[in-house]
């Protein structure tokens, strides 16, 4: 009798011993603040997203959200530090493309976009453009063209391992083929930075690097692409107009450790889609020309950047050496 009432007790115990332990856990998590981690500087899509986002999860998830800017290697820095962290829920990555383009560029990535991360959600998709410094004498993409077969110039890039370093690769060296030096910065906003300042001749990144500028004067936007024209620049061509099809805008999307327990990732999903679902919050987005995504299931985006991977296979293949300068 003494025996079994022993075991009995020790079971008890062990009960509420677990579910303390489950509470504490709770508790702990609770008073802990959420990373967004953004691997490129002020004024990327990554980091427009990740701030738009913040105020948003903070409210409905009543706990502090920090945005933590982790720049450098073109995203992989931060996406390294996400994949090695704890899937507790509060490592959460806010990657663009460069998070598929990067492990094909090169195995030293650190980390495999697929088996390491586990989708949250789908943000938005943002047009790229094409621009130069005011002061060089273009006016079209056409005239450019003409210009780099002429002239050695600079390409300022969001970074090497970036979409849009991938493309402009492409596009000066391989299509054009030109000596076109591509000068990689650690995001859109100094790429931009440079066209305006005259540091880069051109610059191929997001359009949120060059939008300003462009308004401004000391840059032109010569081409975006994107599906179709941005409103804010009615005059200026989309690539595909120009017969250029092959290049396409990229995204940013919402990622956990791939040892998150699905529970944390559904909830992060639901509150995620919930917040994009808002006018207030698309409006945010559209206003840095970017489109707000319908945030679809986490399987369809996990099956979507398969294909983004062998997407970016085929065309740094094509692209070869130029694209890792």
Not at 76 to 102: P, Y
């Amino acid at each position: 009798m003494l025996i079994i009432f022993r075991m009995l007790l020790n079971a008890i115990l062990l009960f509420v011993g677990a579910g303390f332990s489950t509470l504490t856990l709770a508790q702990t998590t609770q008073t802990q603040p959420i990373r967004l981690v953004v691997g490129f500087p002020a004024g990327g899509p990554a980091d427009i997203a990740a701030r738009i986002l913040a105020e948003g999860l903070q409210d409905a998830l009543n706990q502090t959200v920090i945005v933590e800017n982790r720049t450098g290697a073109g995203g992989n820095i931060a996406a390294r530090a996400v994949a090695g962290s704890l899937g507790d829920g509060l490592n959460i990555l806010i990657a663009t493309t460069s998070l598929t383009v990067n492990p094909v560029l090169s195995k030293d990535a650190g980390y495999d976009p697929i088996k390491d991360f586990l989708p949250v959600a789908m943000i938005a998709t943002q047009a790229h453009a094409v621009g130069v410094n005011s002061k060089l004498p273009v006016s079209t993409l056409a005239d450019l063209q003409l210009l780099v077969k002429s002239k050695k110039i600079s390409v300022a890039t969001s970074g090497v391992g970036t979409s849009s370093h991938i493309d402009v690769a492409h596009l000066f060296n391989v299509n054009w083929k030109s000596d076109a030096v591509l000068v990689p910065y650690r995001g859109a906003g100094p790429a931009g930075l440079a066209v305006a300042t005259g540091e880069a001749d051109v610059g191929y990144m997001t359009a949120t690097g060059l939008m300003n500028f462009h308004q401004m004067g000391t840059a032109k936007i010569l081409a975006v692409i994107s599906d179709k024209r941005l409103p804010e620049l009615p005059s200026v061509p989309t690539m595909v107009e120009l017969g250029y099809k092959q290049y396409k805008s990229s995204w940013t999307a919402m990622f956990v450790p791939s040892s998150t327990p699905p529970a944390i990732v559904q909830k992060l999903h639901d509150v995620t889609k919930q917040l994009m679902a808002r006018q207030d919050i698309q409006q945010k987005f559209i206003r840095q020309y970017m489109i707000p995504s319908e945030t679809p299931p986490q399987q369809q985006i996990t099956n979507f950047l398969k294909n983004d991977v062998s997407d970016w296979g085929r065309i740094i293949k094509e692209t070869g050496t130029f694209a890792s300068q």
